[in-house]
Nanobody
Framework: QVQLVESGGGLVQAGGSLRLSCAASGIIFSFNAMGWYRQAPGKQRELVARITSEGSTNYADSVKGRFTISRDNAKNTVYLQMNSLKPEDTAVYYC????????????WGQGTQVTVSS
């Protein structure tokens, strides 16, 4: 059974930083690309960052240059370092195994709330 457990969210002022973590179990983590998604109130969930099994990364334009995705295969954990946060980054953040540019493979975890105040 696949489990994805996100943590690290919180309330931060604009310009601040947070580091999110996602611990995965039930998958062969090192074989899988991983992605961070977010869903803001009233909006669709979107993929904001992904990292391949080899460590190549790409980002949505809205977070490029501010967010960094990384992974630790020994810990089955993927991270999202978020710097220069903006109020529009406010959302619930989730991780999953991405399929293509918008689909995903597994059931969602509980997510972690990020709130950026202006």
């Amino acid at each position: 059974q696949v489990q994805l457990v996100e943590s690290g969210g919180g309330l931060v002022q604009a310009g601040g930083s947070l580091r999110l973590s996602c611990a995965a179990s039930g998958i062969i983590f090192s074989f899988n690309a991983m992605g961070w998604y977010r869903q803001a109130p009233g909006k669709q969930r979107e993929l904001v960052a992904r990292i391949t099994s080899e460590g190549s990364t790409n980002y949505a334009d809205s977070v490029k240059g501010r967010f960094t995705i990384s992974r630790d295969n020994a810990k089955n954990t993927v991270y999202l370092q978020m710097n220069s946060l903006k109020p529009e980054d406010t959302a619930v953040y989730y991780c999953n195994v991405p399929v293509g540019s918008s689909l995903y493979r597994h059931n969602w975890g509980q997510g972690t709330q990020v709130t950026v105040s202006s």
